[in-house]
């Protein structure tokens, strides 16, 4: 059973809202269809951290849920600044299984065992440069439901392997609530996206203070899930 990862694949089946206007995202929802069934298994994971549907509500973000629902693998999934269709855990884990969506989970404020290992994560969310309180609001709540998603997996004795959608380091910025976090537990794997374009070339893609960090946006992959079963052996 390999475990892979993907961020932002911003699908709009439901929507008018394709993505295909921006360089390197031509025929992307076909090519991440094909690059998926080649690789990915009906036994295997795949973490999708975020950025998931165009869909502003349930209805318009079911047609994605049905595409992602009919490729290969288990899907856990994390919101992302775009989903805006996102509920509580319960209300949308009742909506998958209402919808026969029985390979879409939901990781919010817990964890999923893989081996060995927990599958922890949140949103997170940016440091503007401004401090404006709104802003550090969110992000202490980001912090501690990424704190609570690390210490569920600690109960199980899981090593904890994170994922978020905002990097938590992006070029000279610093996300320090997020960072005293996966400090404090330890974490030595961290997997995000929401970075897209040329913005790549500023993006964190290592070993940082003990901490590796991946840049896994679907357009940085080339629409192709990046397995990473080895890296947690």
Same mark, same amino acid.
């Given at each position: 059973?390999?475990?892979?990862?993907?961020?932002?694949?911003?699908?709009?089946?439901?929507?008018?809202?394709?993505?295909?206007?921006?360089?390197?995202?031509?025929?992307?929802?076909? *090519? &991440? #269809?094909?690059?998926? +069934?080649?690789?990915?298994?009906?036994?295997? =994971?795949? $973490? /999708?951290?975020?950025?998931?549907?165009?869909?502003?509500?349930?209805?318009?973000?079911?047609?994605?849920?049905?595409?992602?629902?009919?490729?290969?693998?288990?899907?856990?999934?994390?919101?992302?600044?775009?989903?805006?269709?996102?509920?509580?855990?319960?209300?949308?884990?009742?909506?998958?299984?209402?919808?026969?969506?029985?390979?879409?989970?939901?990781?919010?404020?817990?964890?999923?065992?893989?081996?060995?290992?927990?599958?922890?994560?949140?949103?997170?969310?940016?440091?503007?440069?401004?401090?404006?309180?709104?802003?550090?609001?969110?992000?202490?709540?980001?912090?501690? *439901? &990424? #704190?609570?998603?690390? +210490?569920?997996?600690?109960?199980?004795?899981? =090593?904890? $392997? /994170?994922?978020?959608?905002?990097?938590?380091?992006?070029?000279?910025?610093?996300?320090?609530?997020?960072?005293?976090?996966?400090?404090?537990?330890?974490?030595?794997?961290?997997?995000?996206?929401?970075?897209?374009?040329?913005?790549?070339?500023?993006?964190?893609?290592?070993?940082?203070?003990?901490?590796?960090?991946?840049?896994?946006?679907?357009?940085?992959?080339?629409?192709?899930?990046?397995?990473?079963?080895?890296?947690?052996?």
């Amino acid at each position: 059973m390999a475990i892979f990862v993907i961020g932002d694949p911003h699908l709009s089946l439901g929507t008018d809202k394709p993505m295909d206007v921006f360089k390197g995202w031509y025929d992307y929802t076909s *090519r &991440l #269809e094909s690059n998926w +069934k080649n690789k990915v298994r009906p036994t295997d =994971t795949v $973490v /999708v951290a975020g950025d998931i549907s165009w869909g502003i509500n349930l209805e318009e973000a079911k047609p994605d849920f049905e595409f992602l629902n009919s490729l290969p693998g288990e899907k856990i999934l994390l919101k992302g600044n775009h989903d805006y269709w996102w509920e509580t855990k319960t209300k949308l884990e009742n909506y998958f299984q209402a919808n026969g969506f029985d390979t879409l989970k939901i990781l919010f404020n817990n964890h999923y065992r893989y081996e060995s290992f927990g599958i922890c994560g949140t949103r997170g969310w940016i440091n503007e440069k401004k401090g404006e309180q709104a802003d550090k609001k969110v992000l202490l709540r980001e912090a501690g *439901r &990424l #704190e609570a998603s690390i +210490k569920s997996a600690l109960d199980e004795n899981l =090593t904890p $392997v /994170v994922f978020l959608h905002y990097p938590p380091i992006y070029y000279s910025e610093y996300n320090f609530e997020i960072l005293e976090v996966l400090h404090k537990y330890g974490v030595k794997k961290c997997f995000y996206g929401h970075i897209h374009g040329a913005a790549h070339n500023f993006a964190i893609d290592g070993v940082v203070d003990g901490i590796d960090f991946r840049l896994i946006s679907a357009d940085y992959l080339k629409f192709d899930p990046l397995d990473i079963t080895n890296e947690l052996k």
